[in-house]
């Protein structure tokens, strides 16, 4: 049996996916002005909010984390930490440290986010205009190696 065509395009970014899913869920409508964007009130939004960025400097990851220590003290500020290396691609904040980037004796570096072109429909808004676009992207990255190591 054939599936049925549909009219509709694929998602291009988080937000359209996401009003996709409200619409599906909600048979009597919604109105999608009332729906905001992801902020950092919750522990999802700051982790979220991090990997929309191509880089993440020292400051903002210890900043995140005593945010999120400051939400939810159920873990301590070395433990989010290790969150959000992992959330960035990292295995641990230690082999994110080994990857940074800039000035290294100093407390100025940064990092690259490893999982910032794996799936442009995980970003609120892509780059990619087309998912010919992104192919291309992901093969060029593919061919330079490892995602943003």
């Known amino acids: 049996m054939q599936k049925p065509l549909t009219a509709r395009p694929r998602p291009q970014n988080l937000r359209d996916h996401f009003l996709a899913f409200l619409a599906v869920h909600n048979p009597n409508g919604f109105n999608p002005e009332t729906v905001k964007d992801p902020d950092d009130t919750t522990v999802f939004g700051v982790l979220f909010l991090l990997t929309q960025q191509r880089q993440v400097t020292r400051k903002e990851i210890s900043r995140a984390g005593k945010k999120l220590v400051r939400m939810a003290p159920v873990y301590s500020h070395g433990q989010y930490t290790e969150m959000i290396a992992m959330v960035l691609g990292y295995n641990t904040y230690a082999a ?13 570096w940064w990092v690259k986010n490893r999982m ?13 205009t087309t998912t010919k676009e992104w192919r291309h992207q992901n093969i060029k990255v593919a061919r330079e190696g490892s995602y943003g190591s």
Not at 98 to 103: A, E, L, Q, S, V
């Open 116 to 128: 910032y072109r794996m799936d442009p429909t995980l970003r609120i808004t892509s780059d990619a």
């Open 96 to 108: 994110l440290r080994h990857c940074r980037k800039g000035d290294v004796n100093s407390e100025e």
